[in-house]
T-cell receptor, first 111, second 113 residues
Framework: GENVEQHPSTLSVQEGDSAVIKCTYS??????FPWYKQELGKRPQLIID???NVGEKKDQRIAVTLNKTAKHFSLHITETQPEDSAVYFC??????????WGAGTKLIIKP | ETGVTQSPTHLIKTRGQQVTLRCSSQ?????VSWYQQALGQGPQFIFQ???????GRGNFPPRFSGLQFPNYSSELNVNALELDDSALYLC????????????FGPGTRLTVL
């Protein structure tokens, strides 16, 4: 079955700097890769997603890149702000949208 | 906030008991997925229901069972509760024929003593 690995587990960056979180997946049939942000005690919220027919997608300060050959995808956050502090999860699935999740990255934005 | 609701919000049970968790999907969504999120970990896929039929299952024992109703709301039942079942249980509804994005409910925090 699918396995998703996520790194780093904790990431501390200075406010205004960029943050990059990386994930690898094992199932070559996976074709949907969402990223979720989860604040303490709250539900996961989709922040961006990408499908396997696209190599990169951007939404304001957030971008995701996908390398199908290497089976890895990354989340890039530019100009980080205090409200970006949260736990970020990557996930992967086939067309059935049964998400297999990474272990999460705790992002800390230092003022 | 999404239109997905879950009940109850919190629940405390003892080992060996049974529990039923409920999820109301967002209007127009015919698919519900359930996830278990232990403290400090990523969610784990339990199973998915599509048009009242189980449509896939993760690595969970048979004492985890579910149901989807004609209005697409769903229940998660867990029998013979174990301490390790303590977790946040999340449901997510989606409309796979569209973009497939999953919309999450607020979760049910289950504590097993």
């Amino acid at each position: 079955g699918e396995n998703v690995e996520q790194h780093p587990s904790t990431l501390s960056v200075q406010e205004g700097d960029s943050a990059v979180i990386k994930c690898t997946y094992s199932d070559s049939a996976s074709n949907y890769f969402p990223w979720y942000k989860q604040e303490l005690g709250k539900r996961p919220q989709l922040i961006i997603d990408i499908r396997s027919n696209v190599g990169e997608k951007k939404d304001q300060r957030i971008a995701v890149t996908l390398n199908k050959t290497a089976k890895h995808f990354s989340l890039h956050i530019t100009e980080t702000q205090p409200e970006d502090s949260a736990v970020y999860f990557c996930a992967a699935s086939r067309s059935n949208y049964q998400l297999i999740w990474g272990a999460g990255t705790k992002l800390i934005i230092k003022p | 906030e999404t239109g997905v609701t879950q009940s109850p919000t919190h629940l405390i049970k003892t080992r060996g008991q049974q529990v039923t968790l409920r999820c109301s999907s967002q209007s127009g969504h015919n698919t519900v997925s359930w996830y278990q999120q232990a403290l400090g970990q990523g969610p784990q896929f339990i199973f998915q229901y599509y048009r009242e039929e189980e449509n896939g299952r993760g690595n969970f024992p048979p004492r985890f069972s579910g149901l989807q109703f004609p209005n697409y709301s769903s229940e998660l039942n867990v029998n013979a509760l174990e301490l390790d079942d303590s977790a946040l249980y999340l449901c997510a509804s989606s409309f796979p024929e569209g973009a497939g994005e999953q919309f999450f409910g607020p979760g049910t925090r289950l504590t097993v003593l």
